[in-house]
């Protein structure tokens, strides 16, 4: 059977764990709320997204300066050709 100094002891350390999870869960509503709406986070998406933006239009350019050079390319081809041919 149960003595009453047991049953403070037991009440005590419930006491204790009750306030550890409160600040377990205090402490994981602060990082949920910093994570995603923090201004360095902000921050860091606004980067990314510019970045992405940057990455697409040097894409673009790339491609666009392949298909230049491509079209040189033929074009000495062609008028090489025609040379040997005269």
Do not use: C, F, W
């Not at 009440?11 to 923090?38: M, P, Y």
Request: charged share 40%.
């Amino acid at each position: 059977m149960m003595t009453s100094e047991d049953l403070n002891r037991l009440s005590d350390e419930n006491k204790k764990l009750k306030k550890r999870v409160e600040e377990a869960e205090g402490e994981n509503t602060i990082i949920k709320g910093i994570g995603l709406n923090s201004p360095e986070m902000k921050a860091l998406q606004k980067e990314n997204y510019n970045l992405k933006k940057d990455l697409a239009r040097e894409k673009e350019d790339h491609q666009y300066d392949n298909l230049v050079h491509e079209n040189e390319l033929k074009s000495m081809k062609s008028k090489k050709h025609r040379m040997n041919q005269k």
